[in-house]
T-cell receptor
Framework: NAGVMQNPRHLVRRRGQEARLRCSPVKGHSHVYWYRQLPEEGLKFMVY????????ESGMPKERFSAEFPKEGPSILRIQQVVRGDSAAYFC???????????FGEGSWLTVV | AQSVTQLDSQVPVFEEAPVELRCNYSSSVSVYLFWYVQYPNQGLQLLLK??????LVKGINGFEAEFNKSQTSFHLRKPSVHISDTAEYFC??????????????FGTGTLLAVQP
């Protein structure tokens, strides 16, 4: 009974490096969402993807951040040239077409030093 | 646009006492409402959800919530809490904007701190 799988769980990057976070949705789910949780804050929506398509990226920073969900393989959230302010927990979630239940992964904690 | 307000950032309560965590939402369309729980350094676990039908929704771990459309509220309750209920609780809403997005909009969370 595999749920949403995220890796790595913890990632440390130096300023200026790239961070790649991976998310495998629940089997059979074609919708993926990425959220960011800054320390002591709630979850902020970043991007919503279906297979090979970005549906809503209204929460994505305009620069350095990108996301994809290819036909085969996991969804990837990519952060280029990381800065200290990118340090956060990044959560992936998935759902079926109806979207009436959205399951979350355990999160990936990014620390930028 | 949709939004969620959790008025209480922290709720301290003694073990075996009842608790209510408040959630209000705003939306111009019909909504789905959710409560999630987050234990330290972990992901979010779905407690319960309201999609339609009965306004009283029962979830896991003895929690329940009541959807009140006139007051645009979806408060979470438990009649008797345990130490193990100590966690962050998030209320969330999703629904059609007339478009095709399913994204969840979260409140800022309420820390339930259960004391012995």
């Amino acid at each position: 009974n595999a749920g949403v799988m995220q890796n790595p769980r913890h990632l440390v990057r130096r300023r200026g490096q790239e961070a790649r976070l991976r998310c495998s949705p629940v089997k059979g789910h074609s919708h993926v969402y990425w959220y960011r949780q800054l320390p002591e804050e709630g979850l902020k929506f970043m991007v919503y993807l279906q297979k090979e398509n970005i549906i809503d990226e209204s929460g994505m920073p305009k620069e350095r951040f990108s996301a994809e969900f290819p036909k085969e393989g996991p969804s990837i959230l990519r952060i280029q040239q990381v800065v200290r302010g990118d340090s956060a927990a990044y959560f992936c979630a998935s759902s079926t077409d109806s979207g009436n239940t959205i399951y979350f992964g355990e999160g990936s904690w990014l620390t930028v030093v | 646009a949709q939004s969620v307000t959790q008025l209480d950032s922290q709720v301290p309560v003694f073990e075996e006492a009842p608790v209510e965590l408040r959630c209000n939402y705003s939306s111009s369309v019909s909504v789905y409402l959710f409560w999630y729980v987050q234990y330290p350094n972990q992901g979010l676990q779905l407690l319960l959800k309201y999609l339609s039908g009965s306004t009283l929704v029962k979830g896991i771990n003895g929690f329940e919530a009541e959807f009140n459309k006139s007051q645009t509220s979806f408060h979470l309750r438990k009649p008797s809490v345990h130490i193990s209920d100590t966690a962050e609780y998030f209320c969330a809403v999703t629904g059609g904007y007339g478009g095709a997005t399913n994204k969840l909009i979260f409140g800022t969370g309420t820390l339930l701190a259960v004391q012995p």
